[in-house]
């Protein structure tokens, strides 16, 4: 079978998806992987509500797991802990009564918990 140069022709240019717009939004931790041997969680995440709600979980049904937006690294590594422990402190301050020292550090802990995502678009430039 041959290109169809007709159908090309006559085509509308899609992206194939709603992009996502540059804001704040409310976000939910879905699940997490734990890659002990590098020392880092990578969080799965998603918009909890508005006109995003569930957006990276369509994006994955719609590509599998391209883009990666959706997840996130948190390494727990010594030299990072400051960032680790910003990332849980933020956690502890967006969900009442989650305190992670009580959970005995459990990582499960965090599933469910809830965030701020700040998303934006940024330009690479090509020299």
Known sequence: ?????????ETEVSSGFQKLEPGVYVCRVIDFKDEEDKQYLRIKYDIVDGKFKDYFAQSEKQFGEWPRDGYEIRSYKDSAMPFFKGFITALEKSNSGFDFKKSNYDF?????KRFVGIFGEEEIPFT
């Open 108 to 112: 499960k802990s965090i599933i469910n």
């Open 1 to 9: 079978m041959s290109f169809n140069r007709d159908l090309y022709n």
